[in-house]
């Protein structure tokens, strides 16, 4: 039987490969299912510091596979799925990486949008073909878009379900690296080493506050700030970066919590 979705962890760095090659990784039923499931697995487990977000087979993801017959099960069901998986993986708690190496058109880029940062080689293509299989933007796409792209290039990319290469996608602020197909593993690797090794209270915060920070007010965003800066000096994380600064060595990052107990003396 084939595994629709490996799921491997090295150095604190998880990588979630969706695996049928032979659909381009449409992602099915099954698929969806299985990456909510890993995204939660992920979410909740204290040792992943990073995830990337891949496919095999030459391919990011095709979308959502529309070769098999529509079930008898309300659409509005089918989605909920699709919401799940993308509000899991939007607010996973560590830095995220899309590696895309072939087409990611529909859901598949929205997933990979999805992720905090996105790497693609030459080879990459990518499209909101919605509009030619007659439907309207899900995965998070209508969200997304308009604030990484402006809202008239948005409009743009979905009703005229226009395919892009890899350097007209990082023009438009939609790939963050166009890397060369040969060195593209080697330059993940470094990218999740160094993502992974930071403080992990710090960067879930930092991510969490750029994510929010554009539908906020600027007074709301200092008011956040000082919220999430006041948990991180509870961590022994900044102590460590003081302590590694003097020493003249790398910090030992662990996100581990620091506040001294109260002792009988306290007062």
Same mark, same amino acid.
């Given at each position: 039987?084939?595994? +629709? ?25 099954? =698929? ?10 992920? &979410? ?10 891949? &496919?095999? &087979? ?12 529509? #079930? ?9 799925? +699709?919401?799940?998986?993308? @509000? ?5 708690? $560590? ?17 990979? !949008?999805?992720?905090? =940062?996105?790497?693609? #080689?030459? %080879?990459?293509? $990518?499209?909101?073909? $919605? ?5 309207? @933007? ?8 308009? *604030?990484?792209?402006?809202? %008239? %290039? ?5 009703? !005229? ?12 602020? +939609? ?7 040969? *060195? ?10 160094? !993502? ?12 969490? +506050?750029?994510?929010? &920070? ?54």
């Amino acid at each position: 039987m084939t595994v +629709l979705l490996t799921s491997d962890t090295s150095a604190g760095v998880r990588t979630l490969t969706l695996n049928r090659p032979d659909r381009r990784n449409a992602i099915d039923g099954e =698929l969806w299912e299985a990456l909510a499931t890993a995204l939660r697995e992920a &979410g909740g487990d204290r040792s992943v510091r990073a995830l990337v977000l891949t &496919g095999a &087979g030459g391919a990011f993801c095709s979308g959502a596979d529309i070769s098999r017959p529509v #079930t008898d099960r309300h659409p509005l069901h089918r989605m909920r799925t +699709l919401t799940e998986v993308t @509000l899991l993986l939007h607010e996973l708690p $560590f830095p995220t990486l899309a590696k895309v190496t072939g087409v990611a058109v529909g859901a598949g880029w929205n997933l990979a !949008l999805g992720c905090d =940062l996105v790497v693609a #080689t030459p %080879q990459a293509r $990518f499209a909101q073909i $919605f509009a030619r299989r007659g439907l309207s @933007l899900d995965c998070g796409g209508s969200w997304l878009l308009p *604030k990484l792209v402006g809202l %008239q %290039q948005a409009k743009r990319l979905a009703l !005229l379900a226009e395919t892009i290469d890899a350097e007209q996608a990082r023009a438009l602020n +939609l790939v963050t690296w166009v890397v060369a197909a040969d *060195k593209v593993d080697a330059f993940v690797d470094d990218l999740t080493a160094r !993502l992974a090794s930071g403080a992990p209270v710090a960067l879930a915060q930092t991510k969490a +506050l750029l994510d929010e &920070g554009a539908d906020r007010t600027l007074r709301d965003a200092l008011a956040n700030e000082a919220r999430a800066q006041a948990v991180n000096f509870a961590t022994a994380d900044v102590w460590e970066a003081y302590t590694a600064f003097a020493d003249g060595r790398e910090p030992r990052f662990t996100g581990r919590w620091a506040v001294p107990r109260r002792t009988e003396n306290d007062t």
